[in-house]
């Protein structure tokens, strides 16, 4: 079993930068891949960027290629999102989420159906 608890978010102008982090602690099972998803209000969740433990490759959706860097401190077990270059289209829940499963596609793809551990989500708004 894997807990993950999200922090950081907040209101910030267009062109700000935010660092989301998101604590895990692991019960029975290391995870292998995880994962930042985003949500807005009456849309579908959609797979932000992703991780694969055990390589560290990395995956971003094309809106925040260059913009958003995933990234894990394993000493800490906390995951981050580095967000630069807000834009309001960036506007919305934030989730952390862990597969334990060894064919998870992290650092290739984010689809939610992977996923099994979720956090509670942290909000992120951009004003323009």
Known sequence: QVQLVESGGGAVQAGGSLTLSCA?????????????????????????????????????TASVKGRFTISQDNAKKTLYLQMNSLKPEDTAMYSCAASTRLTCRGGYTAHVSEYLYWGQGTQVTVSS
Do not use: D, I
């Open 24 to 60: 895990l602690s692991t019960y029975t099972s290391n995870p292998y891949c995880m994962a930042w998803f985003r949500q807005e209000p009456g849309k579908e969740r959609e797979g932000v960027a992703s991780f694969y433990v055990g390589s560290g490759r990395t995956y971003y």
